[in-house]
């Protein structure tokens, strides 16, 4: 059974950081593509950094520079490290999995977490 589980998300004022983590059960997150997307109050979901099998990773420009996408093997755990937040950041927060990544579509999503910047 498949299973993302996020966390770390939260309020924090412009220029902080936060940590964004989703634990992964049912696969090994190395074999995967994994990603996290967001998505603001009437707006549409957005990728923001994208991460494949072989440690090569793709971020959103408007990212690029300020966040940090990773996986923790040892913790079977994706991971986000948000530096200098920007208030265009606040949105909900959502990890998504696939083992082979055809046209764009992830097979399995997290429940999502809060991340507020003011």
């Known amino acids: 059974h498949v299973q993302l589980v996020e966390s770390g998300g939260g309020s924090v004022q412009a220029g902080g950081s936060l940590r964004l983590a989703c634990a992964a059960y049912?696969?090994?997150?190395?074999?995967?593509?994994m990603a996290w997307f967001r998505q603001a109050p009437g707006k549409e979901r957005e990728a923001v950094a994208e991460i494949n099998g072989y440690g090569q990773f793709n971020y959103a420009n408007s990212v690029k520079g300020r966040f940090t996408v990773s996986k923790g093997s040892a913790q079977n755990t994706l991971f986000l490290q948000m530096n200098n937040l920007k208030p265009e950041d606040t949105a909900m927060y959502f990890c998504?999995?696939?083992?082979?990544?055809?046209?764009?579509?992830?097979?399995?999503w997290g429940q999502g977490t809060q991340v507020t910047v003011s």
């Open positions: 049912g696969f090994v997150v190395d074999d995967y593509v």
């Open positions: 998504a999995a696939v083992q082979v990544l055809i046209g764009g579509e992830y097979q399995y």
